[in-house]
């Protein structure tokens, strides 16, 4: 009996403690207090401060209408109204070569002989026909002095009369042929001297030392002489960029051989047939080319700046300065502060100007001449 009561009482206090253990536990505070702090405001790298703002130059920043850039590829070709092609009008072959490709001549430069049986037989008849205008002058002479003294009928004179012109006739085409194959009549020679018939660059050559040379009917040119004066920058333009490029539009065209210059040419022609390999356009530029420095076949990259009617802001290129491959303007913001803000430029926008895609709205204050302002303000540090 006494053992039961020992083990009932040692229950109940185990059950007291415990529901003294969990009672306490529901009544215990979990807030942690924190030390005090202060907060502190970590100074702005792009933030300058200036003494005398008033000695740097501000410009406001503008809206004007964008130009988008369409960059394409061409090719230097020489203006086919300015080519001329050199050919003989008579047959025969070439015994000498005076000219080469790519050579420069001026007009009347010899070019080529040809050993010629046509010019040969050209003067053969020439000498025939003067011969037999000199009898029928003759006959005809004798034939006014016999109808006169009544010794020839009149019929018999007009017979002379009609061979006489037939003759002189006969000269004149006879001489009219040698001067069109190219003979000097006042140097008869079988051999036919081809020269320059203006003054130029030759860009084609299809003869060579002892090769024939075949009448018009089914010859080529034996040169082509091109002036390069003036020249055509050709384009290749994409079906999906042919609307953004007009008749009179100007392009600035740089050669690869060139890279440090601009020349600018205007477009005078589209081609309205499309290649069907690359789904380009044929666009023509024309360029002056007083130096001679662009070639036939020389590669081109021809930048046309095309007006399309939005508005963006627009800033100085003098107030962009170029740093770790970034842009940046330095942009006032009032109480001798200014701020350096990166922005992204887009396509010029006229002399002088660039577009400012991100980072400035217009009416934006900046410093005009940011390379100047970034100099003062590290001498200054």
């Known amino acids: 009996m006494n053992r039961v009561l020992f083990v009932k009482a040692t229950l109940s206090l185990g059950l007291g403690v415990i529901l003294a253990g969990c009672g306490h536990e529901t009544h215990v505070d979990t807030r942690t207090e924190l030390p005090p702090f202060k907060v502190e405001d970590v100074p702005d790298v792009n933030i300058l401060r200036v003494d005398k703002p008033e000695q740097f130059q501000l410009t406001r920043v503008e809206e004007r209408s964008a130009l988008d850039e ?9 203006d086919v109204s300015r080519n001329v092609p050199v050919v003989s009008m008579a047959s025969g072959r070439a015994v000498e070569i005076r000219a080469r490709i790519g050579d420069d001549v001026k007009k009347g430069d010899l070019l080529l002989v040809i050993n010629s049986p046509d010019i040969l037989q ?19 002479e004798r034939a006014q002095v016999l109808h006169e003294k009544g010794a020839l009928a009149q019929k018999d004179l007009e017979v002379a009369r009609d061979a006489a012109v037939k003759s002189r006739v006969d000269v004149s085409t006879a001489t009219e042929r040698i001067r069109i194959l190219g003979g000097d009549l006042n140097h008869p020679s079988p051999f036919l001297e081809v020269r320059a018939p203006v003054s130029g660059t030759i860009i084609e050559q299809n003869i060579t ?8 009917d089914n010859s080529p040119n034996l040169f082509t002489i091109a002036d390069l004066s003036r020249v055509w920058v050709v384009c290749d333009v994409y079906e999906n960029n042919l609307g953004q490029v007009h008749i009179g539009d100007y392009a600035d065209v740089s050669l690869n051989a060139y890279p440090d210059r601009t020349f600018r040419g205007r477009a005078s022609n589209i081609g309205r047939v499309l290649d069907p390999t690359t789904r380009s356009a044929k666009v023509r530029l024309e360029l002056e080319n007083p130096d001679g420095i662009m070639r036939a076949g020389m590669f081109a990259t021809a930048t046309f700046r095309v007006q399309t009617g939005r508005m963006c802001p627009v800033t100085p290129t003098t107030a962009i300065l170029r740093l770790h491959d970034k842009d940046w ?15 992204q430029t ?9 577009e400012a895609l991100t980072g400035l709205k217009v009416g934006d204050m900046i410093v005009a001449n940011a390379r100047q302002f970034a100099s003062a303000t590290e001498q200054r540090e």
Do not use: N, W
């Not at 020439?126 to 006959?139: C, D, I, N, P, T």
């Not at 030392?209 to 018009?216: E, F, M």
């Not at 303007?329 to 922005?343: A, L, N, P, Y």
């Open 70 to 78: 369409l960059k394409v590829r061409a090719s230097i070709a020489p």
């Open 122 to 140: 050209a003067f053969s008849d020439y000498h025939k026909f003067q011969g037999a205008e000199v009898l029928a002058r003759k006959q005809f």
């Open 209 to 216: 030392i002892t090769s024939a040379v075949k009448s018009l």
């Open 329 to 343: 303007v330095f942009r006032f913001e009032g109480d001798k502060r200014f701020r350096r803000t990166e922005i």
């Open 346 to 354: 887009g396509p010029m926008a006229g002399a002088g100007y660039q």
